[in-house]
């Protein structure tokens, strides 16, 4: 993928430049909001990381510039105001994703994926397959070849996420905010102990296909359900 | 001095508007007061004329010798008082002077006012009252009317001695209200300004005020008292804020410190530690702005109709994990089909930290009850725990920010779960309450429960068994 990265802040900005850069990913750095606009002029990226407070046009101005003149590049705007209000305000203008500083560059990776390919991803609701492995919403089952284990509303809604996302990373708050649609951070191992649940109940019908990835999130790998 | 100054003159303006506006009063009860003497003194004149004509006349009438018995009798009159406020006279029908000694010509019968010079130039005015004889003579009493003369000319002197002396107590008895209440308001003012200077453990002085002023007094001391736990409170809090943050922050160092001396290998384990405590200091602040958030109603709040049954069966599935991780199990006693007027987000996570609270701040293998039951028009959310439970002195303040049971260790949760989950219980106008289960801590909150479709429903429960 190719991102522009408008940021400011050149510590940040390395940060983030370097981090893309790391996992594969080409960068353009745009340090204030008229760069930005060049930049885009000049070239139209995959994915626009947009800082929101900007030293000339606020990023909710460049925000609107790129709606009104290029469509829908998918952007992940960024800021250091990270109440919902501000989430609320940075999605309603626009914006496909919102995350707030401080972060960690895999969680804008993986979120950048999410938004880039949001247009290919399997519509919610239906049935899905990974593989053998396969959702029976009636049921309420997990299918495996010939077994099929019962599972919770949670583990439901867990095991459908990261299989609309097979093989993409899925962090700990993207579930929280797919799955559980909760807005604040809970202080438990929520996550973990729910997806440990999941996993010990597809092991049951020997399948696994769901690995840790430390300190980051979770992948669902499609080869491991052949 | 210069507020002083201005209030003097203040004092000043208004004495003067309320001497003038006593004045004006007194002399519109002046006015009517001489219209009513005036009325009563000119009909007691009338029944008097009448009196005294008729008893003149009682003997005389119809006699053939009328004009002269008449004649005699006023002779006689005239004889025998010599000063008198009443003069008789006879006129004969042609209008000439019979009898009496006044110049004036002949009035109509019945009352009249007559005009006849007194004695001296001047003109006085005399009440008369004309009687017509059965042989055409008139016979004619007047009287006169010094009282009323006396009254009309004493009404100016009167009015205007009535004004000054209301004048000068309306703006006296001003002069002296204020004087009153400025020194019952000095002390006040003083306190308001030390207090404005910064003292505010300054109070109002009560023991010389009486009424109103005491009243008052005590009022803004309540006051007073009530924005020092405020102040006192918000201190309390950055104090705390910072000693909860010195921890995380002290391990960070020492961790980052340790990293720069070790070799390569070793590096990575203790930046990812160091990563770690980040984190936790990210989440402190992150659950502050949220509990701002919350407290200053600066929540997009998306408030609607909420049923509870679903919600809490959520929660349950989502924490019941956790606390069985934690040894315990999750059980839901009694779940009521209610619905309240609340935001989801905010509901959950107040469900949510109650029962993370149960899995961080108890020790291992503590069990947690949820419950959700209706009480009138109300709906009461329990999370109970078979836990050691707190001291009763302690519930107040576990509730505060950054307060935690002596018994948790610090650097386990932010210290604002319960903090934000008595917010949350505020926002949607209802209270959290916490009580001793004997074992264990139980948390009860109270929101006002909202009339639904399925309402017919809230009295059937059920039991629900996770673990």
Redesign the interface.
Known sequence: MHILVVEDDPVIADHIVSGLSFLGHGATLARTGSEAVDALTYRTPDAVVLDRMLPDIDGMSVMRHIRSDHGTIPVLMLSAL????HR?EGLQIGADDYLAK?FDVDELAARLHAIVRRGAARPEGAGLEVGMLRLDPSSHRAVYREGSAVL???QYSLLAHLMRNADRLVTRSMLLECV???????????IE??M??LRTTLQEIACDPIETQR?AGYVLRSQRCA | MGYFGAGRRRLGRLAIRSGIAFALAMIAVGVIGFGIADHWVSSRIDTSLQYHTSKYLSDVDRSPNENADVEAKILEWQHRKVLSERTYLLFDRTGRRLAGRLDIDPPPTGLSYVRFTGGGRHFEVGRAIATRLANGSLFVVVQHSEAAATLHALLPVVVLVISLVSLLMGVSATLLFAHLTAKRLAETQEAAAAIAAGDLGRRIPTDRLDGMFAVQAETLNQMLDRMEDLVRSQQLFSSNLAHDLRTPLTRLRSLLTQASREEQPAVAPLLERANRECAFIISIFDALLRLAEIETGQHPSAMRSLPLRTLVEDVAETMEPVIVDHGGSLTVDRLDDVAISGDPDLINQLLINLLENVATHTPAGTSATLSVERDEGMVVITVGDDGPGLAKADFARVIQPFERGRAAPLGNGSGLGLAIASAIARFHRGSLDLEDAGPGLRVRVTLAAIDTAGDAKSQSSTALVLA
């Open positions: 990270g109440s919902v209000k609320i401080p919770n509303r949670k559980w649609s909760y807005s604040f951070s809970p202080t438990t191992n929520i102990s729910n440990s649940r300190g």
